[in-house]
């Protein structure tokens, strides 16, 4: 019964690599497209623009 535990810690093995890639690309190189705000070019991590967020267009002549 060698076999099936060769199998099981492959698949191990690639569920950790798959584990591993995700972990390690999602964090450190998103989207470049993503990094910065459309409007203005704030870099935003992919999250919701604080200077958009903060200072819309109909609030910009306050
Ligand atoms: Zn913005």
Known sequence: MVIIW???G???LLAAILIKKIITTS??????????CNKCG???NGL???RCENAPDHQRWK
């Not at 964090?27 to 910065?36: D, V």
């Open 6 to 8: 060769i199998g099981i």
């Open 10 to 12: 492959i698949g191990i």
């Open 27 to 36: 964090p450190r190189t998103p989207l470049k497209f993503g990094m910065r």
């Open 42 to 44: 704030y870099k935003t």
């Open 48 to 50: 919701k623009c604080p």
